[in-house]
């Protein structure tokens, strides 16, 4: 497989350090890992009123596999490794600093080889954790997090070791509720492409239910660059896209949405 529209992504933004915390953050030591998005710090500067010299810190917008479950130990040592015996800072909640457990609801940022990163994001990257936010339009890091998912998934990371094993149309569609809400890759000639709301759809040929993939750049549009794009130009490509399979409905049928034009590819195979 080689890219098929790579001249429209920006730049490959996951993963780049950035030269410093944003300011506000408080920097901190981990005392003790929890679980993979849990962990009790010890604050080392001035704190602002709430704040207890000692915390537990819930990582926000991630959910790592619970104790005892698949890939619990990878996400808690993974964790570990980012952070052991390394300063971080925490960047508090702006809408709600504490969850029900009473835990600080915060981003962890840590320093590497490439500057300081975020825990959060890297957790998901590394497919060591789910995305969980609520409201999308209020999380500042929501597509950072969401392609983060994106690029694990076309990987085949962790949590999503089977979503890059390509799989042909008709195998989703003879099983379908096998696929349904889990990553995949599936293998499909485009038969058609139409205007939507918020970008195009990928319409499948010979689809006994109506797949079709939903691309929508305007969600997060500084990851391409559409200028002079013309969608018309993949009908009767055969294509790869890897993300998660919705059906919510028979009328509807099923579909993958795109945020990312990573997660399309030409494919090259029978």
């Not at 790579?6 to 300011?23: I, S, T």
């Not at 795109?258 to 030409?266: G, M």
Request: glycine share 10%.
């Amino acid at each position: 497989m080689r890219g098929v529209i790579c001249a429209l992504l920006l730049g490959a933004l996951a993963g780049v350090g950035w030269a410093q915390p944003p300011e506000g953050a408080l920097p901190a030591r981990i005392t003790r890992w929890l679980d993979g998005d849990t962990c009790m710090i010890r604050f080392t500067g001035p704190l602002p009123p709430g704040l207890s010299p000692n915390e537990t810190v819930r990582l926000l917008g991630v959910n790592a596999p619970e104790t005892g479950e698949a890939w619990a130990e990878e996400a808690l040592r993974f964790f570990r490794s980012l952070t052991l015996a390394k300063p971080v800072y925490v960047e508090l909640n702006p809408r709600e600093l504490r969850d029900a457990h009473r835990r600080l609801l915060a981003y962890l940022w840590v320093e590497g080889e490439e500057g300081w990163g975020l825990v959060n994001e890297q957790l998901l990257r590394a497919g060591l954790a789910r995305l969980l936010v609520f409201y999308p339009e209020q999380e500042r890091y929501y597509c950072r997090f969401l392609r983060a998912v994106a690029l694990a998934q076309l990987e085949g990371l962790g949590l999503w070791e089977s979503a890059a094993t390509p799989r042909a149309l008709w195998e989703i569609e003879a099983d379908p509720v096998r696929y349904v809400t889990q990553a995949v890759t599936v293998v499909f000639a485009v038969s058609r492409v139409g205007a939507e709301a918020q970008g195009w759809a990928l319409w499948a040929q010979g689809s006994r239910f109506g797949f079709r993939v939903l691309v929508q750049p305007a969600l997060c549009p500084g990851f391409w660059a559409l200028e002079g794009w013309d969608p018309s130009a993949l009908v009767g490509k055969k294509l790869a896209v890897t993300g998660e399979l919705s059906w919510d409905s028979l009328r509807n049928g099923p579909r993958i949405l795109v945020h990312f034009p990573e997660q399309i590819r030409l494919w090259e195979g029978p």
